[in-house]
């Protein structure tokens, strides 16, 4: 699969049912549907954030096309308190993370509660994955 920011071919990582395709030279994510909700299992405030998922019209963030249909994504306003804008695709194929992304949607989900997908995240990008 085709990075949507880039261009360039992503790598697969997996973890149990999620396959996390990430980008090396960007460093984005993409998260086929419902990959999100899998890997926030089991955390405190998944519900809520999940619920705060709004389209955002009013931001001058480019468009990108989904990498699996090539339609243009929505621009989706993400959080309760602390903001976050992500990319979904229109026909719910999945969401896309530039870097740091993903890892402020984890935190403001309660991932650090989960020690399992915490530390594979942590393992795998070489870094503190909640800041």
Known sequence: MKCPNCRK???ILELDKVEIDHCLLCGGIWLDE????????????????????????KT?????????????????????????????????HGLWF?????DQILEMGGIENNIKIYSFLKD?????VLK
Do not use: H, Q, W
């Open 124 to 128: 795998l990008f070489g870094k503190k």
């Open 34 to 57: 419902g990959e999100l909700e899998l890997l926030l299992e089991g955390t405190l405030e998944k519900d809520k954030l999940l619920a705060s998922f709004k389209i955002n019209k």
């Open 98 to 102: 530039d870097k740091g992304e993903l």
């Open 60 to 92: 001058d963030e480019k468009k990108r096309k989904c990498p699996v249909c090539g339609k243009k994504m929505y621009k989706i306003l993400c959080g309760m308190e602390k903001k976050v804008i992500i990319d979904s695709c229109p026909k719910n």
């Open 9 to 11: 071919e992503m790598v």
